[in-house]
DNA sequence: TTGTAGGCGTTATCAA
DNA sequence: TTGATAACGCCTACAA
């Protein structure tokens, strides 16, 4: 078998014993200058790498950081190709690849079957922190606290003072999102979300929407608020009850880039032109947005910097140690000016 | 600190050994049905969890399968952001994680700064297995193949014998798009593409395309080859030289997806309707495609199989031991019919 | 069928 | 400033 150049060949071309490599390596100010460049150009000379696995053993700390993935066995039953399929992923990944490789991480990508899996591979594979990707049932919490290690969460209003928590500030982007709309003269102003009754990102982005409205004298109505999953099916499939209880609306924010794409597929098949007929303003600033048609207005949340921002904030109680009052991380949104909302300003 | 839960712990509440305890957990057949249950009783009590750092030290086996995004220091300077940028990777991911959990084994995702990097990573975490994603220069391949362990690359022509590869017949890809273009009436039919001369996947697509046209009789036109970057950018921007070069160009083939999006908005800019006035195909069936004005039709390639395919044959050969005689793996495609091209067969 | 003991590569404690 | 040596948790001859 291939045999492993390990501390102990080193220590031999060396002429020193282990504890010194050992102590080179890890930069504990130990050795004199003479030993130490001995001990480097051995290390240099042999090609020389640890064992993660054999540190990871006696330090109980593994170097990788976790990122889970949704996939619960129902979800997955259904689709297990969508663990990833939304865009969002991509970009957030990067950002996190990104932060902790610039660290010296790893990352280690999982989908978690269940809720005890995430745990189990904690244990298993001695991960220094973790990173949940995507939404989970209550229960899941009770979980994450067992994990003696740091936990980020993204956008969530749950617990928040258990956990890392990067997210974003969703009222106000539902505020910034409608009050856009109404600064180019819109008034009849409808929302197109999912979930959006239930506490959480969507809920909040809704309330943003509604104090627009109220600061603007327009009231709120029932009727224009259109409820779909966040996918491009549920954008899609929402045309038919938009256009029934369309009336006299000229704008509509959807809750999410993605329906939004969906919804406007939709719209030009009934031949209604955005913005002419009806203004739309999206929310995330997914890629797609620059090359659909008409290019879509967006409030603009950074996802590359997200998910740099949560392994960041891991790494840090890594090395500081057990954080025991952990504050949200807002991060910035702003709003992209594209072409899908007319300026009606004017013709009123 | 916590004490963990360890396979003494798990022996001394069963009364046995942890030779015991450890033939059970490996499912080493040995123990009597007795002691067997009673070891697994003692796990389930204690809810013990193997240390994968330890067994992987003894082992020298991570059950980990590194997935290698290429991100040089050059390229990651101008842009980390783009890292995963690719809507590609995404899917990728997605089916290359599915079948690494489902064959128990996790995903170690890393960027590599250098050629050098990746068989650091490899040495010091133990890999068992390497995907690597994306296209290398030459030199790497050396690298590679001082790894001991299963590699498996992803649309190459290169070196193709020592490694696993996973491909489409890219060939055939862009014959039969053409192919496609010449049943709607086309024969006059240029080609978008990027790196169409170098040897490689896009090579390809560009030698099917021009054996669908000798095929038809039509003659190749040097001045109906666009070369550019495949990118978005690069598709919009071709706009301007595709249409001074136009003339009576019907079609165009356009080697990606993300390039004919580009143009699509380009020509949109120019007033040029697609397929009324040009009529464009593409390759791959991103997502996309199906919420773009007009809905693409493309050569179609599963990217999701592709990435459960790679993680199979890598953890085939893990199972089996080093095979000598690696054959490509090469997916099926099938052209994704939407609006993107016209018929003109009567027209003529 | 079960148990004992040595070793995987590293770190860390203590002496020298 | 350096060096022996005992862990870390697991696997695997080899012995019983």
Redesign the interface.
């Known amino acids: 078998m ?1 045999n ?1 150049i390990t501390i102990k060949d080193v220590a031999k071309e060396a002429g020193v014993s282990t504890a010194t490599v050992s102590n080179v390596i890890n930069n504990i100010e130990k050795a004199s200058n003479r030993t130490r460049q001995r001990v480097l150009d051995a290390i240099e000379a042999l090609n020389y ?6 540190r ?2 006696v330090k ?1 700390k ?1 170097s ?1 950081i976790g ?1 889970m ?1 949704p996939s619960f066995e129902t979800q997955e039953q259904v689709a ?6 939304n ?1 969002f ?3 957030f ?3 996190a ?2 932060e902790a ?1 610039r660290q010296g991480y ?6 978690c ?1 269940d809720e005890k899996a995430v745990v ?2 904690t ?4 991960l220094d922190g973790i990173v949940y990707l995507g939404m989970y049932p209550k229960k899941v919490y009770a979980y994450m606290k067992q994990l ?1 290690i740091p936990v980020a969460l993204i956008d969530t209003y749950d617990e928040v003072e258990f956990f890392h928590n990067i997210c974003i500030d969703d009222e106000e982007g539902g505020y910034l999102a409608t009050k856009y709309l109404v600064e180019h003269g819109h008034e009849k102003i409808g929302i197109l979300g999912g979930d959006i009754r239930v506490l959480g990102v969507m809920q909040r982005r809704f309330e943003g929407y509604k104090r627009a409205l109220k600061e603007a004298g327009v009231p709120y109505r029932e009727e224009w608020t259109f409820e779909v999953d966040i996918t ?1 099916e549920g954008g899609y499939g929402s045309v038919r009850d938009v256009l029934s209880a369309r009336r006299d609306m000229t704008a509509i924010f959807a809750v999410a880039d993605i329906i939004a ?2 919804l ?2 939709g719209l ?1 098949e009934h031949r209604i032109s955005v913005p002419k007929d009806l203004s739309i303003i999206g929310f995330d600033d997914l ?2 947005c ?4 008409p290019p879509l207005t967006t409030v603009k949340q950074d996802i ?1 910097k997200k998910g740099k921002k949560a392994v960041e904030k891991v790494i840090e109680e890594i090395n500081q140690g057990y954080m025991n009052h952990k504050v949200k991380t807002i991060l910035p949104i702003e709003i992209i000016e594209r072409e899908s909302v007319q300026n009606i300003k004017n013709k009123k």
Chains 1, 2 share one sequence.
Not at 123 to 126: G, L, S, T, V
Not at 290 to 293: G, L, M, N, S, V
Request: net charge positive.
């Open positions: 291939k492993r790498q640890p064992d993660l696995s054999a990871s053993l109980r593994s990788l990122i993935l297990p190709t969508r663990l990833l399929a865009p992923y991509n970009m990944l990067t950002g690849e990104y490789r790893e990352i280690l990508l999982t989908g079957r189990d591979i244990h298993q594979r001695n003696k491009c794409i969906g406007l597929k030009r890629e797609a620059e090359h659909i048609y590359f």
